[in-house]
């Protein structure tokens, strides 16, 4: 289910901000490069970071334009764990990119990304009669 929230700065991260940056000026396989760079314990090794761009790479390709993102939901679990997910606005249909991060001291570090096109699925789901109170 989507919970919406404003894009204000205790809504968004750093990590996050720049992957952004580079998702848009310079695409998707240096922008996962640089999430996954600053992760020094964890994230995928050399061949499962190559299919993720791949995958990346080969959804995205028959959607269109880039149009942009917009933050739906962000969770934090004390000061140390947050999970964010993200429309991200294509021409002609979203994707949806879960980030979640870790900071034992001071950065954050990205420690789990996935993207996925069930949106549209969930949002019917979420409205049948038996999720209704």
Avoid at 56 to 82: F, M, P
Wanted: charged share 30%; hydrophobic share 35%.
């Amino acid at each position: 289910m989507f919970v919406s929230c404003s894009n204000t700065e205790q809504d968004t991260n750093p990590v996050i901000n720049q992957f952004f940056e580079f998702y848009k000026t310079v695409g998707a396989d240096q922008a996962l490069d640089k999430l996954f760079s600053n992760n020094r314990v964890m994230g995928p090794d050399k061949d499962e970071l190559t299919d993720l761009k791949q995958k990346l790479i080969e959804v995205t390709k028959n959607l269109g334009r880039y149009e942009g993102y917009e933050i739906v939901y962000n969770r934090h679990i004390g000061q140390s764990i947050a999970h964010y997910a993200y429309v991200v606005k294509y021409e002609k249909q979203p994707l949806r990119f879960s980030f979640t991060l870790y900071k034992a001291k001071n950065n954050w570090e990205i420690r789990n990304f996935k993207f996925d096109t069930d949106l549209f699925e969930e949002i019917e789901e979420s409205a049948k009669f038996y999720y209704i109170e």
